[in-house]
């Protein structure tokens, strides 16, 4: 007898958790100074891909829990004060405090704390998004999301965070191929 294929959910969810953790592991096989390592301002730092990948995954989850109408609603950024507590300034780290739209030289001077809490910040918000994803009904992926300003569907934009994940996923592959190490997540 075969096996139940997936659902369309499953199957994000799936490949969500599996780029979660290799954002992770090749994140967390660095030393600090490799994990803080920039290859200038247009190749930011280990510490920044993930930040950024972790920023954009929580402000996804708080928007589809929003839209689910579930809880929490609220980032984890935001819940936990983690500006505040990593000393950044609200409003100066691009869209969304997320690092988009920020030049090459305003990335450059954002200062993450230790590594071992950027890596537990991402943690949290790779969680928070994976919950957000799994909530979401098959039924409900083919529909427009809610104040879609590009009428893009649910999965839609799914598939375009999964894809924003796995392209910086590259840039940390790229770095540590750079400083010599192995790049590839998938060894």
Request: hydrophobic share 35%; proline share 4%; with cysteine.
């Amino acid at each position: 007898m075969g096996t139940k294929p997936r659902t369309l959910a499953e199957t994000q969810l799936r490949f969500y958790r599996l780029t979660h953790e290799r954002l992770l592991t090749v994140s967390e096989g660095l030393n600090s100074d490799q994990f803080s390592w920039s290859a200038g301002p247009s190749l930011h730092s280990v510490a920044w891909q993930l930040w950024h990948c972790a920023r954009w995954d929580d402000v996804l989850a708080a928007h589809i829990n929003r839209d689910l109408e579930r809880q929490p609603q609220e980032q984890v950024w935001e819940r936990e004060s983690v500006a505040q507590r990593w000393s950044l300034t609200p409003g100066s780290m691009g869209r969304r405090d997320a690092g988009t739209d920020l030049t090459g030289e305003d990335a450059e001077k954002i200062t993450f704390p230790a590594q071992g809490e950027v890596i537990d910040y991402a943690r949290r918000a790779f969680t928070f998004v994976e919950d957000a994803v799994a909530a979401i009904p098959d039924d409900l992926l083919l529909e427009v999301a809610k104040n879609d300003p590009d009428g893009d569907t649910n999965l839609d934009n799914l598939i375009i965070y999964l894809e924003h994940l796995s392209r910086h996923l590259g840039m940390i592959e790229s770095i540590r191929g750079l400083q010599g190490l192995d790049g590839s997540s998938t060894r």
